[in-house]
């Protein structure tokens, strides 16, 4: 049989433009490949973008969530409440901090973490949460944030997923104590690799500024030692080079300009698909809850299998069969051989794991055209039929 397309649809990929290249050709004429001017502007304008007053670049978003763990504090034997339906990032930088991630489950609705179940496994070891705004839709930050306020928890808030998404008329990236965004490519805008935090916090500014650049200062403010040689700087802890170039800064300012344009054009496939997939039985459609709006990084259906004579596999292979190029978001991070070994157990999180046996992410992407949408709908109207049981 033929399949729906005759070239492969990636579930999500960068839109590079001559402006972003010219960009980047710009900065490599120049004198300062990193350390240089780029840095800050990016940092002011994303500042500006979210709303909030700080903001910090890096290498990448999960160098940006370790200087965040970092900055709150987090240290040997701490634990930090996370969710385990999120990329292996956002519990890794716990770890690297010699902290214990602790799993809480998600609501059934949203995906998203439970503040129930974060209240639950609070201990008086906990010193933070992590939520992640799954999808592009804020977790229930009200609730997270009265709980944090209640327990003196730090709130690092993991929005890999939702640059401009909004919480009760908010932009994310101005809510939390910390918030991560990442410029990976699959992402709303990217720098090849690249992530920041923004915070109003002055001390976890300062922090984070150190923390990226091997935890050495040159400020005279912060000096231990009086020495008057201009060369002169001192290290204070263990810190990493996490600095983002300023190839990686022009590109992310350059893709800041178009961040709206792809935001619109994400949100307009979203809804050509809810369009065409709300009549079908067999598949629950994401859910977007009113106090926030989505930025839509992902869109991902859920397979009703009692509806269904085939396996999640069967409908996701068929789907690649037809060249859509779908994919799981995500393996439960304490499903991963190492959070095996470190003893977390299956079963911890019940809505999690049944979420995962159910899910097939589907391309999103504001480069691709509204053929690519159709042909996708098409795709899997084809196969939901194929499978279906009525
Ligand atoms: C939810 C989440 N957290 C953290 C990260 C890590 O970001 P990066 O790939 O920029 O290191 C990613 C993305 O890859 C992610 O999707």
């Not at 810190?239 to 170039?245: A, E, F, S, W």
Request: charged share 20%; glycine share 6%; aromatic share 12%.
């Amino acid at each position: 049989m033929t399949p729906i397309r005759d070239t492969y649809l990636p579930y999500g990929r960068q839109w590079i433009d001559q402006d972003d290249i010219q960009a980047v050709v710009n900065v490599l004429k120049g004198d300062f490949l990193t350390t240089g001017p780029f840095i800050s502007i990016f940092e002011q304008e994303f500042a500006s973008y979210v709303g909030s007053k700080f903001a910090v670049s890096f290498s990448n978003g999960t160098a940006a969530l370790h200087a965040a763990c970092f900055a709150a504090g987090i240290d040997e034997g701490d634990e930090v409440i996370t969710t385990p339906v999120t990329f292996a990032a956002s519990a890794n930088c716990i770890l690297y901090q010699r902290g214990i991630p602790v799993f809480a489950d998600i609501d059934k609705k949203t995906y998203n973490i439970d503040p129930f179940d974060i209240e639950k496994k609070i201990t008086d070891k906990t010193k933070a949460i992590i939520p992640v705004d799954f999808t592009g839709q804020p977790a229930n930050l009200r609730d997270i944030l009265t709980i944090a306020k209640k327990h003196n928890l730090v709130v690092i808030e993991d929005a890999a997923h939702a640059l401009g998404a909004t919480y009760q008329g908010k932009r994310i990236g101005s809510v939390s104590d910390m918030t991560m965004f990442s410029f990976h490519p699959v992402k709303h805008i990217t720098a090849g690799e690249g992530g920041i935090i923004t915070t109003n916090n002055k001390d976890y500014y300062e922090k984070l500024l150190q923390f990226r650049t091997h935890g050495i200062t040159r400020d005279p403010e912060k000096l231990i030692n009086n020495d008057e040689v201009p060369w002169y700087y001192e290290m204070h802890f263990l810190g990493y080079n996490y600095r983002m170039t300023d190839i990686q800064a022009a590109l992310a300012t350059s893709q800041l300009k178009k961040l709206d344009h792809f935001l619109h054009l994400r949100k307009k496939y979203v809804s050509m698909y809810n369009r065409e997939f709300q009549n079908i039985n067999a598949i629950t459609l994401p859910f977007e809850h009113e106090r926030g709006s989505s930025s839509w990084h992902l869109y991902i259906i859920r397979l009703e299998l009692e509806q269904l004579t085939g396996t999640r596999k069967d409908v996701y292979n068929a789907l690649l069969a037809e060249n859509i190029g779908v994919n799981v978001h995500y393996i439960p991070v304490y499903y991963l051989p190492y959070y095996q070994k470190l003893g977390y157990p299956r079963g911890l999180c019940p809505e999690a794991e049944k979420l995962y046996e159910q899910i097939v992410t589907l391309p999103l992407f504001p480069a691709m055209t509204e053929k690519d949408v159709l042909d996708v709908v098409n795709a899997v109207k084809k196969v939901i039929n194929r499978y279906s049981k009525t």
